[in-house]
């Protein structure tokens, strides 16, 4: 089978995209943890995509079955800009080319988040073969765009890097092509990893974003936080803290890990919270402080 010549999409954007590819490893669970799938979620019913198990939703009807696929937006952080993981629903019979779809139009469920994609059609064209995964990128991306550092070029090929495998279920590199065009600046064709550098410290996978949880939750998500301590707070519409507490990751110093802690809101009026993860900060500020992920939920 044929395909499109590729084009190195770091050479589009910024040749320091290098420099951040090279500091990837196998290991980064963000490579892999991404792919699993949400335990549960509470998020309310307001499109018929969005409803049914985390997983996957069927109907008899007209609605089409949907999966869950982990997309990643740019979010701040003391650091930067960071990537943050967000599970949506999209159609299952072609979930990567509607992951890279909500991506490249910035449609993330979290109002921190956002997207650096230029504005463009990106779709899979080979699928992971142990080798590599194929995406085509539009003509257009031939060139940075301006107003763009190379910084964030950077990120929003990690973007579609980290989207891709999650949608996949791979850590297969992605290679990146473009119809017609033979690779840009002389820069040679390449394939690219997902950084674990590209990844924000501490990221919430539940609760999600506008979900009704009840009185108790198990809230969860991936950190790389001091000693393996993930802090987290509920903050009311004012910001103001709550309630507190914390939970303790599989692990700390190398990668993102796993965390997950008990909630209750048993205590709180009916309203609208923020429930807020961090990284533990034994500096005081030193750093920039903490990174922070939160989530909106409400309470009935």
């Known amino acids: ?31 892999s943890d991404p792919n699993d799938r949400p335990t549960r979620t509470h998020k309310p019913s307001p499109q018929p995509s969005q409803t049914g198990s985390p997983a996957s939703s069927q109907s008899g009807g007209s609605t089409p079955a949907t999966v869950a696929v982990p997309l990643y937006f740019v979010g701040d952080t003391p650091q930067g800009p960071r990537l943050f993981r967000e599970f949506q629903q999209v159609e299952a019979d072609n979930p990567v080319d509607e992951a890279l779809a909500v991506l490249a139009a910035g449609a993330a469920q979290d109002p921190d988040y956002r997207s650096l994609l230029p504005e463009g059609k990106v ?11 194929g995406v085509n990128v539009p003509a ?7 107003g763009m550092s190379a910084k964030e070029a950077t990120l929003a090929v990690q973007q579609v890097v980290f989207t891709v495998q999650g949608a996949l279920q791979s850590r297969v590199p992605v290679e990146f092509y473009s119809d017609g065009l033979t690779p840009v600046l002389g820069v040679d064709r390449s394939s690219f990893k997902a950084s674990q550098g590209a990844l924000a410290l501490v990221n919430v996978t539940e ?13 969860s ?5 001091f000693e393996a301590t993930v802090p987290w707070e509920v903050r009311d519409q004012s910001g103001q803290k709550v309630l507190d507490g914390f939970a303790t990751a599989d692990g700390w110093g190398d990668k993102l890990y796993p965390w997950q802690s008990q909630v209750d809101v048993s205590s709180l009026a009916p309203g609208t919270y923020s429930f807020v993860a961090m990284t533990d900060d034994p500096s005081d500020g030193e750093g920039g402080g903490p990174t922070e992920d939160s989530k909106t939920f409400t309470l009935q």
């Open 123 to 133: 779709t899979l064209v080979q699928g992971d073969n142990a080798q590599a995964i």
């Open 140 to 146: 257009e991306w031939a060139d940075r765009p301006d």
């Open 207 to 219: 609760p999600e974003e506008g979900s009704s949880p009840g009185d108790a939750f198990t809230a």
């Open 1 to 31: 089978m044929a395909f499109p010549m590729r084009v190195r999409l770091a050479a589009l954007l910024a040749t320091s995209v290098v420099v951040l590819v090279a500091c990837g490893t196998d290991d980064d669970p963000q490579a």
């Open 221 to 225: 998500g991936v950190a790389n936080s």
